[in-house]
Every structure is written in structure tokens, then in C-alpha cells.
């Protein structure tokens, strides 16, 4: 699937971002558009400082950020795209003790919904939305994690944003919440423009029409999962043995080792990359090297 063409919703150019001496941000940029772009990229590569960004917590040092076609270092653009934006940050704060409708109800009264019955009515909205009509009056702190970072994207659908913000939204989650929730992830960017971050290559994989890979605060890649996975043909190969040439190989359940690196040896057994191994070879030395 290629990016649907439109305009931008967001524009991220020669952004750089430094927390003391520490450089979150060394200079990123891409654009995104309607669907999902995923942000890829190891810890500390900048990802939430770059969310952060985008649902304007935080602004930039240098370089310029457009969001829904306007200027967040202008505080009333800033207040028009926070009316058009959901955040789930990592780690969303939540008041255990409220119920899930409860906390709902109190990030729709911070984003001024004021009139109570259409409040209450967009709370059970999103709630319903993400599947939580049956738990809305459960407290938080009895809901299980995947039922919390439901409640926790249910807070960013409120008002139907254009821009969906999403930081990590499937760590910690079992491999059928994290199905779930790719489901409501791409049911979500029907027409919206949504940007997660994950360290999940397969989520990436399966949700994502455009991918951006930072590392040291840096773009690495910005592009399709097919221009990405493109990068990778040709180094990737299957053997009896770890390769020497290879940059990283592990042994799969068939007995093989899956070797990728830049040149394979004469006669490999080349196989089809896939986003993950794209990724690897990508990161190259700042990849986790996996023992052969
Ligand atoms: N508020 C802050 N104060 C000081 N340093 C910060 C702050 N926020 C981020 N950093 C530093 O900036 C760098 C980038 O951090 P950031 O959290 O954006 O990375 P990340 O890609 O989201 O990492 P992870 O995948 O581990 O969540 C790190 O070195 C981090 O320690």
C-alpha cells in the first residue's frame, strides 16, 4: 500500500531538540500524511521526544514544524491543532481510582467539552470504539494492561482528531491485544493521519504505509515498508552455518541460519527481506548483534 497523496498533515524539517547536553535531536525531518506512519528507531533514537513534538508539549531548538497545516510556535495555531489532535504518551498518567468512563470524561472536560450531555455521549463514543462499553464503570487499577492502553487511546479519539499521536501503544500487550489493537489502529486511520512509534518491526509491517527510522536523533529512512524492505534485497541469505561475511545471523527452528549483511558469499541461498531485517541492516553496528 503507497501513502495516500494529499497534503501534509505533518511536516517535520531540520528539527533538533537538546535536553541539557544530552541531543535528543540532531537535525529530523520527514512528512506524513493520511494512514499510519510508524516511527522506528533504537532506545534513546528520540521517537517520544519527536511525539512529544507533534502533539506540541514540547517545542524545537532549530528548524520548523507544521502540524494540520499550522504553526505550533504560534500560540493560537497551537491551540487550533490541540482542538484536532489525540496524544497517547507512554505512559498516559492515568488516576487509578477513577473508572475508565471517569478518566475518559476528565481528559474530555481538559479538551473543553463543556456541554455535559454531549460530553458524556462522545465518552461512551470512544469508549465503545475501542470495544469498553462493558468496563466504563470499572476502576483502572482492576483493568488488565491491554484494557488500559485501551482506555488510554479511547482519551485520544475524543473529538475525532485529524492527527493521532500514539507513543508505543502495544508494549507490554500478549500477541492477541496486540492484534486487537493494530485493528483498532487502522480502523482509526480511515482518514485520519496517525503516527505511532514501536519497536515492533512486524506491527510496522502490518499497519504502516510509511515508515521513518531515527537513530541518534537523526532520519535514517523515510519511506514506504516497500522502499524500505527494497534496501535489504540481495543481503539476506540462508546457510548451514553462520556466514563470516554475515553482520548478523541467527539459527531458525528449521536448523538454518538466516544470515544478513552487506556482500554474501558466492552461490547463497538468497531470500525475500523483510521489514525487520531492512531495519537491522539499516541500524548496522548499533543493531543487537544475536549470537549465531
Ligand atoms: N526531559 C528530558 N530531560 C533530559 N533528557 C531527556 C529528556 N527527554 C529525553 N531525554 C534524552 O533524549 C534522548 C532521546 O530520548 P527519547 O525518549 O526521545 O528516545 P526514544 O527513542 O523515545 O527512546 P525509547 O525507545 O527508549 O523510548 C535520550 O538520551 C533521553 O535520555
Given at each position: 500500500m503507497n501513502p495516500?497523496?494529499?497534503?501534509?498533515?505533518?511536516?517535520?524539517?531540520?528539527?533538533?531538540?537538546?535536553?541539557?547536553?544530552?541531543?535528543?535531536?540532531a537535525g529530523?525531518?520527514?512528512?506524513?500524511?493520511?494512514?499510519?506512519?510508524?516511527?522506528?528507531g533504537p532506545n534513546g533514537a528520540g521517537k517520544t521526544t519527536?511525539?512529544?513534538?507533534?502533539?506540541?508539549?514540547?517545542?524545537?531548538d532549530q528548524g520548523r514544524l507544521r502540524l494540520l497545516g499550522r504553526d505550533p510556535a504560534d500560540s493560537e495555531e497551537r491551540l487550533e491543532i490541540?482542538?484536532?489532535?489525540?496524544?497517547l504518551p507512554q505512559e498516559p498518567g492515568f488516576h487509578r481510582g477513577f473508572t475508565a468512563f471517569e478518566f475518559v470524561d476528565y481528559v474530555a472536560i481538559l479538551k473543553e467539552m463543556t456541554d455535559r450531555r454531549e460530553r458524556h455521549d462522545e465518552v461512551r463514543r470512544v469508549l465503545a470504539e475501542v470495544g469498553l462499553?462493558?468496563?466504563?464503570?470499572?476502576?483502572?487499577?482492576?483493568?488488565?494492561?491491554?484494557?488500559?492502553?485501551?482506555?488510554?487511546?479511547?482519551?485520544?479519539?475524543l473529538g475525532d482528531p485529524e492527527l493521532l499521536v500514539l507513543d508505543e501503544p502495544t508494549v507490554g500487550l500478549d500477541?492477541?491485544?496486540?492484534?486487537?489493537?493494530?485493528?483498532?489502529?487502522?480502523?482509526?486511520?480511515e482518514g485520519r493521519c496517525v503516527i505511532l512509534s514501536t519497536h515492533q518491526t512486524?506491527?510496522?509491517?502490518?499497519?504502516?504505509?510509511?515508515?521513518?527510522?531515527?537513530?541518534a536523533g537523526r532520519t535514517l529512512f523515510s519511506g514506504t515498508p516497500a522502499e524500505l524492505v527494497a534496501t535489504a534485497a540481495g543481503r539476506v541469505w540462508l546457510d548451514d552455518a553462520r556466514s563470516p561475511d554475515a553482520h548478523l545471523a541467527w539459527r531458525t527452528g528449521t536448523g538454518q541460519h538466516r544470515n544478513i549483511g552487506e556482500?554474501?558469499?558466492?552461490?547463497?541461498?538468497?531470500?525475500?527481506?523483510?521489514?525487520?531485517?531492512?531495519?537491522?541492516?539499516?541500524?548496522?553496528?548499533?543493531?543487537?548483534?544475536?549470537?549465531?
Open positions: 495516500i497523496p494529499g497534503p501534509a498533515a505533518v511536516v517535520v524539517d531540520e528539527v533538533t531538540k537538546s535536553f541539557g547536553r544530552t541531543r535528543a535531536l529530523v525531518s520527514f512528512t506524513a500524511s493520511t494512514g499510519v506512519t510508524g516511527l522506528l519527536l511525539l512529544r513534538m507533534l502533539a506540541t508539549v514540547l517545542g524545537p490541540r482542538r484536532r489532535l489525540g496524544y462499553e462493558s468496563v466504563s464503570g470499572k476502576r483502572i487499577r482492576a483493568l488488565s494492561g491491554g484494557m488500559r492502553r485501551r482506555v488510554g487511546l479511547a482519551q485520544a479519539l500477541p492477541e491485544q496486540r492484534l486487537r489493537f493494530r485493528e483498532l489502529i487502522s480502523r482509526a486511520a512486524e506491527d510496522v509491517a502490518a499497519l504502516c504505509n510509511a515508515i521513518v527510522v531515527v537513530r556482500v554474501p558469499p558466492p552461490g547463497a541461498q538468497l531470500v525475500p527481506p523483510t521489514v525487520e531485517d531492512a531495519y537491522l541492516l539499516l541500524l548496522g553496528d548499533e543493531s543487537v548483534a544475536v549470537p549465531a
